[in-house]
C-alpha cells in the first residue's frame, strides 16, 4: 500500500498551465447611472430585470404614461382595472368591481378604452387589449414612476437578484442619497395575505440588507387585523409593538415599514421613507 504522504498531485507547472488554459472569465459592464442595480452588484448579486406584466405596451410614449400614472394615482381607479383584469375577457363595467357604482364604472371603461387599454363590444361590454394574470405588474410600474417623479429616485422594478436560497423577485427597489430602499408590493385584499409570502419576504430583505424596507398593501382595509401580526411573527426577538406614525403607516422597526392605501397611497410611501430616513440620519446635536 503506498504511502498517502508520497502521492504526489499535480505539479506547479501543471496547475499554472490548467489556469493558463481556462477561458477568461465573464465581465457583466453597468450602464452608467444605474446606481440601484450598483447596489446589488456590490452586494455580491447580479441582477437581471424581468419583464412586467403590464395592460399596456411596455414602450408607452411619455404623455399617455403620465396620463395613466395620474388614473392610477385614484384608488378607485385601480381597485376598477384590478377587477377588469380578474374577468379575463369581456366584461359589463359593473362586474368589474363592486365597489363602484355603475355609472362610474363606465365612465372608468371609457377611459379605458380613451388610454388605449380596452375596446368597446356589443351589448355595452368591453374588453382589455393586453390581457394580463394580475394587476401586481401594474402597480410596481406605477409605484416606480412615482418614486422616479416626485422623489428622484433610481428606481428598478421586478428585479430578479438570484440570491442562494431565496426565491421571488424584488418588486420595486431604489436608490438614492447612497441608500437602498426595497418595496414589496401587494395588490390583493390582507385576507389573501399567506404566512409563507410574508417568510419569503424576510428572506429577501434579509439576503439584500437594504437600508430600508417597506411591505405596501394596496388595500383601504385596517392592517392591525392581520397583516401586522404575520410580519411580527417574523421579525426576530426581542419584538416591540408597532408604531403607528400616521393613519395605516406602522413602523415594526425603524428600518422595516408597513402602509396601506388609506387616502393615498403615494403619500403613505413616502411617509414611511421620511420617517426610515430620518433614523438612518445622525441625532440631533
Same mark, same amino acid.
Given at each position: ?8 498531485? %499535480? ?7 490548467? #489556469? !493558463?488554459? $481556462? ?5 457583466? &459592464?453597468?450602464?452608467? =447611472? ?58 359589463? %363595467? ?7 357604482? #355603475? !355609472?362610474? $364604472? ?5 377611459? &379605458?378604452?380613451?388610454? =388605449? ?169
Amino acid at each position: 500500500m503506498s504511502d498517502p504522504l508520497q502521492q504526489k498531485g %499535480p505539479t506547479a507547472q501543471d496547475q499554472e498551465r490548467h #489556469a !493558463a488554459e $481556462a477561458p477568461p472569465p465573464q465581465r457583466t &459592464l453597468l450602464q452608467p =447611472g444605474a446606481e440601484v442595480l450598483t447596489m446589488l452588484v456590490r452586494r455580491g448579486f447580479q441582477p437581471t430585470l424581468a419583464t412586467l406584466d403590464l395592460p399596456f405596451p411596455p414602450d408607452v410614449d411619455e404623455v399617455l404614461a403620465e396620463r395613466l400614472a395620474e388614473r392610477l394615482s385614484h384608488y378607485a381607479f385601480r381597485l376598477f382595472l384590478r377587477g377588469a383584469i380578474l374577468r379575463r375577457g369581456s366584461f359589463l %363595467p359593473e362586474e368589474a368591481s363592486k365597489y363602484v357604482e #355603475a !355609472a362610474r $364604472a363606465t365612465e372608468m371603461s371609457e377611459e &379605458l378604452v380613451t388610454l =388605449g387599454l380596452a375596446a368597446r363590444e356589443d351589448g355595452g361590454r368591453y374588453r382589455l387589449l393586453y390581457p394580463v394574470r394580475n394587476f401586481g405588474g401594474t402597480l410596481e410600474w406605477y409605484v416606480a414612476r412615482e418614486l422616479r417623479g416626485r422623489l428622484g429616485f433610481d428606481v428598478a422594478v421586478g428585479v430578479k437578484f438570484h440570491a442562494p436560497e431565496v426565491g421571488g423577485d424584488l418588486d420595486v427597489v431604489a436608490a438614492a442619497e447612497g441608500r437602498l430602499l426595497y418595496l414589496e408590493m401587494k395588490s390583493s385584499p390582507p385576507k389573501h395575505l399567506a404566512p409563507d409570502e410574508v417568510a419569503a419576504f424576510f428572506r429577501r430583505v434579509r439576503a439584500l440588507r437594504p437600508h430600508l424596507a417597506i411591505f405596501v398593501m394596496d388595500t383601504a382595509l385596517r392592517l392591525s387585523d392581520k397583516v401586522l401580526p404575520l410580519l411580527q411573527a417574523e421579525l426576530s426577538a426581542p419584538v416591540q409593538e408597532p408604531r403607528r406614525i400616521l393613519r395605516e403607516v406602522w413602523a415594526l422597526t425603524p428600518y422595516l415599514y408597513v402602509v396601506n392605501a388609506k387616502q393615498d397611497l403615494m403619500a403613505n410611501v413616502g411617509i414611511a421613507i421620511a420617517e426610515g430616513w430620518r433614523a438612518l440620519s445622525p441625532p440631533p446635536p
